[in-house]
């Protein structure tokens, strides 16, 4: 397998405490390659004669013999155990021909072996023990030329490496300057990858580097926002940057600027633990433990409500986070509610007025024409077709309070699983003068909200599917 190929299964990995682990898996099992060898002479031979099989060394097995049959191929090291006298041969004197370095947390860095020019180095993952201080100046006598993608863990402080074109960087645990994390963006125009967790940051001076608009950046990933708008804020970020935002209550509420791609959001998914926004390229998510207040507040501060027009509601936080929105989604179309979580139904009826009330002049929603309900339980056809004056309300007390407002709705769409035995014919084809339309889906394939790739795809293990 070339090179090129055998780079396409490296993998971002996040395991124990998202702890960073990031390594390739192993092509070919060295005490497999032995056992071949044990066939005939022709396939010992042959297994010899392959030196991407030894090119990945680790401390488990007889790195001289890897580093020997390795010939000059580029090697991936593997620190797995405490050093052995193998191992310290391949960093003392390999490093320089090594295309890919992984050193756990769990095991404390040598600096020593860490100091060396490291010209052919395209992918390094490091960590530092809890209790030990970083007190070399720099990794590799910042001679890296050929780095690509840098995971550092428990740094304090981070390397003084003037690191440049980087595609990927993960940062965990460690203490930030704001100024040396934005100097390494500026000078890595093709970041695409860039994800910060559970990180100290020290004062920022409030002045951005010279940087290029960063196209390339698609996925940003931050595990607390309070301390870090000066990024979220950064006038390089483009409108191809989807944001992934794990917080929680802020002790200040931080600035409202709308990063670029919120601009083009025009669809927004409430879910009981996250929100998310979308438009044609990129998204927003929102992760949050609890508290309605700092959800309702997320989508203010983060999202240009009054521009979506299309609203998926599946186990939403609340249905207070329903009611606080819903009068600033003046351009909102349409309203997709899984009926399994009915009472996301009810914030729709938040300002019915009483029979005997007058035309309320402030309603929510006023554009909204299209209701789908997607359920896969027929229990629930009740509270369709039946008018309720329980809570939460029936779809039909909606459609009429709707009608009564001057803003009916065009069109009730229902979604029912294929499962389901459901005689249509049965049913009104119209309900408070709404038409409704049934629309039958495979329950192997329940419908989901269109979003885009980036969003859709997920990158084991630090950046999983949003729908």
Not at 85 to 91: A, E, I, K, T
Request: hydrophobic share 40%; net charge neutral.
């Amino acid at each position: 397998m070339e090179e090129d190929s055998r780079d396409e299964y490296w993998r971002t990995r996040l395991a124990g405490g998202l702890v960073f682990n990031w390594r390739p898996p192993a092509l070919v099992r060295r005490d497999s390659c032995v056992s071949l060898m044990h066939v005939c002479r022709l396939w010992r031979d042959v297994i010899l004669d392959l030196p991407y099989i030894w090119s990945r060394t680790s401390n488990l097995g007889t790195p001289a013999s890897c580093i020997l049959r390795s010939k000059q191929y580029p090697l991936t090291v593997v620190v797995d155990e405490p050093l052995n006298g193998g191992m310290r041969d391949v960093l003392e004197n390999h490093i320089h021909r090594s295309q890919s370095l992984y050193w756990p947390r769990r095991i404390p860095l040598a600096y020593e072996y860490v100091t060396a020019p490291a010209p052919m180095l395209r992918n390094v993952s490091i960590g530092i023990p809890f209790k030990q201080t970083f007190t070399a100046s720099n990794l590799f006598s910042d001679c890296t030329p050929s780095l690509q993608r840098l995971a550092l863990s428990g740094f304090h402080p981070l390397p003084h490496n003037t690191f440049h074109d980087l595609t990927c960087l993960l940062l965990h645990k460690c203490q930030v300057d704001p100024h040396q994390l934005l100097s390494w963006m500026a000078a890595s125009p093709r970041l695409k990858d860039l994800m910060l967790n559970d990180n100290k940051y020290l004062p920022w001076s409030g002045v951005y580097p010279a940087t290029e608009p960063l196209r390339n950046l698609q996925k940003l990933k931050i595990c607390t926002e309070s301390t870090v708008d000066w990024l979220l804020s950064h006038p390089a970020l483009s409108e191809q940057t989807t944001i992934d935002l794990n917080v929680w209550p802020p002790e200040a509420i931080p600035l409202s600027t709308f990063h670029p791609a919120s601009y083009t959001f025009t669809k927004i998914l409430l879910r009981r633990h996250h929100v998310a926004a979308f438009g044609p390229f990129a998204g927003l998510r929102i992760c949050f433990h609890d508290g309605t207040m700092y959800a309702t507040w997320a989508l203010h501060v983060r999202i240009p409500l009054h521009q979506i027009t299309e609203l998926w509601i599946d186990r939403s936080p609340s249905i207070e986070v329903c009611r606080e929105i819903l009068y600033d989604l003046t351009a909102l179309e349409s309203v997709t509610v899984s009926l399994e979580w009915r009472l996301a139904i009810s914030s729709l009826c938040s300002s019915i007025p009483p029979s005997t009330a007058a035309i309320p002049t402030n309603v929510p929603c006023p554009n909204l024409r299209v209701l789908r309900i997607l359920f896969s339980n027929d229990d629930y056809l009740s509270a369709i077709f039946k008018k309720s004056t329980r809570n939460p309300p029936a779809i039909a007390n909606i459609l009429a309070a709707r009608a009564k407002m001057a803003h009916p709705l065009r069109l009730l769409v229902i979604l029912c699983s294929d499962r389901l035995d459901i005689d249509v014919s049965t049913y009104p084809e119209i309900l408070e003068s709404t038409p409704i339309s049934w629309e039958p889906y495979k329950a192997s394939s329940v419908p989901e909200m269109e979003i885009p790739d980036v969003c859709r795809e997920s990158a084991p293990y630090w950046w999983d599917r949003w729908n």
